[in-house]
């Protein structure tokens, strides 16, 4: 079973900013890299990408797509959280609007979301050509979801909830045997 965790954005472009200072970039760099941790030395091959620090989303996906296909995972997770006001609460998963076994997976994984998040439902999200991620879904050849566990501008939410992000990840990689 291989998992490729792709984090969203990347180290010159970071992304949305939290509340707390921390951008999208940094806080799913430390996801990743706890996610492959906990994940070492089982039968989960779980390995993280990162997209080149270009301005060019086209390109950066590019780059990232012919890594990870060639790494050929049975699922790809982008990891991402939402700008948004201080409000704002809700988490949803995207998927490849073309793609059954990707609603499958983003219900599987919006589903734990529910159970583990102190959120409101936001649902599962098809994308089509020109919708937001449509690259990330469609140039990787594996079932790809693009995660949104959370609004940033909900100040605590990052600090209450980081164990229960974490866990969400680790628990939907579980079901894959
Ligand atoms: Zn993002």
Redesign the pocket.
Known sequence: MKVAICV??NAKYQ??ISESGVT?YIFNSAIANLLCYHFRDTDYKVKQFHRPPIKSYRKQIKALAKEVNKFNPDVAIEL?FNAGNSKARGHEVLYLGSSEIGLKYAKKLDDIFNSLLPNKDRGVKPIYKGGRGYRFLSEIYSPTLIAEPFFAGNLGFINENFGNILNSYIKFIQTFK
């Open positions: 969203g954005h992304g949305a999208e991402h």
